[in-house]
């Protein structure tokens, strides 16, 4: 509670006035911007030529800064990130500043209205802020390296942004907690045995995990959700809250967390995608603003991200080309159908029915219980 307040009171005291009058610069702003960002959107592009050692080098020269924003869960998550990117470029002075996408998108509309940019690079789950910064005339058109061979889903085709991470959430289970009897698909997780034995990140606050729960109750009803919330399920803020419960040792399964499918034999938890039941995949978007300060070691970072040593590595197999295979006993992220990877963006487009599902499942799930922002206005019916 306090720690969500003190960052809202961060994002909030002192920018209110600011954002207030941002807004209506921002409606001036837009339509004078409009014709700029149509010619943006129209003007193409190659795609990037220099070598990595040559933008290295190029960035060098424009002073060796970039500070990317990424979406993320804890401070932390992206410290392998960070150190791949320093031990192959060390001499960029890189900050890459983690915090959950929704507050990370208000910063940069804050910034916008009040001069004051931090980040070169986003990086962010809030797909739709792409779009709407693209409309903006926020964005820098470009097209690193590799952008042919991004699935369509992962590239806008006039370069505004590319995905450089291909994602999946499902739930997972600890192989030793379960036992023999574990569970095959989704639908199994109400089933009483497991009362007591779950952990799930909260779907009201976080979008991802939001559209996972939506994929469950197209599939599977509304009673599928009365049945889950009688299970005495341990939810927590953040995606990564499952898993820790799971590999802890302090839960048996946990929902709403990405997670590896590549099969393992000496991983003690197992991520499941069961054919003709949903999980999500959503590529985490990235884009150059078009005001940042080092645009050069930006479009470095984007070329690395989306280069074979990053792509080939990835942490659960999937990457964001179509010329890069996945490990054996995997598809492309684009061929599993259960996957909905075209649907996360339309669901982040609809904000009005996105608000609509948290206060549902805030409702079905007992906010009152235990809301990770209990008193924060649209969460609570009547609020």
């Known amino acids: 509670m306090s720690s969500f307040l003190s960052r809202r009171r961060v994002l909030t005291t002192g920018a209110g006035a600011a954002l207030g009058l941002g807004a209506v610069g921002a409606t001036a702003q837009s339509a004078s911007a409009a014709p700029a960002a149509s010619?943006?959107?129209?003007?193409?592009?190659?795609?990037?030529?220099?070598?990595l050692d040559e933008l290295y080098k190029a960035a060098l020269r424009e002073g060796g800064k970039l500070a990317?924003?990424?979406?993320g869960d804890t401070p932390t998550q992206q410290d392998g990130t960070k150190a791949a990117f320093k031990a192959r470029f060390p001499d960029i002075d890189l900050r890459l500043i983690v915090d959950y996408s929704k507050y990370h998108d208000v910063r940069v509309d804050n910034q916008f209205a009040t001069d004051t940019l931090v980040p070169d690079v986003v990086q962010l789950q809030t797909l739709q802020d792409f779009v709407r910064w693209n409309q903006q005339g926020r964005l820098l058109h470009y097209k690193p390296a590799g952008f042919s061979k991004l699935h369509k889903s992962f590239r806008d085709p006039d370069g505004a942004w590319v995905s450089v991470a291909a994602i999946a959430f499902s739930f997972l289970y600890g192989t030793a907690a379960?036992?023999?009897?574990?569970?095959?698909?989704?639908?199994?997780?109400?089933?009483?045995?497991?009362?007591?034995?779950?952990?799930?990140?909260?779907?009201?606050?976080?979008?991802?995990v939001l559209y996972l729960y939506s994929l469950y109750v197209q599939k599977y009803g509304w009673e599928w959700?009365?049945?889950?919330?009688?299970?005495?399920?341990?939810?927590?803020?953040?995606?990564?809250?499952?898993?820790?419960a799971v590999f802890g040792g302090k839960k048996a399964i946990g929902i709403g967390t990405a997670g590896s499918a590549v099969p393992s034999s000496t991983s003690p938890a197992k991520f499941v995608i069961a054919?003709?039941?949903?999980?999500?995949?959503?590529?985490?978007?990235?884009?150059?603003l078009k005001q940042a300060k080092n645009p050069t070691?930006?479009?470095?970072?984007?070329?690395?991200?989306?280069?074979?040593?990053?792509?080939?590595?990835?942490?659960?197999g999937w990457s964001v080309r179509t010329d890069i295979k996945p490990p054996a006993g995997l598809k492309p992220i684009w061929e599993y159908p259960n996957a909905h990877v075209d649907g996360f963006p339309k669901f982040m487009a609809d904000r009005a029915e996105v608000e609509r599902l948290k206060q549902t499942f805030a409702l079905y799930f007992g906010e009152v219980k235990g809301d990770p922002t209990p008193g924060w206005p649209g969460l609570h019916p009547g609020a």
Not at 68 to 71: A, M, Q
């Open 39 to 51: 010619a943006a959107r129209h003007s193409g592009g190659r795609e990037e030529t220099r070598t």
């Open 68 to 71: 990317v924003y990424s979406g």
């Open 178 to 208: 379960v036992g023999s009897d574990a569970p095959r698909s989704p639908r199994d997780l109400v089933d009483p045995k497991w009362k007591g034995k779950i952990a799930s990140s909260y779907p009201h606050d976080d979008d991802a």
């Open 225 to 244: 959700v009365a049945r889950l919330a009688a299970q005495d399920v341990q939810f927590a803020r953040g995606s990564n809250s499952p898993g820790d």
């Open 275 to 288: 054919d003709g039941h949903p999980f999500m995949g959503w590529g985490q978007r990235a884009a150059v």
């Open 297 to 316: 070691a930006a479009k470095l970072y984007l070329n690395w991200q989306l280069s074979d040593e990053v792509q080939k590595n990835s942490f659960n």
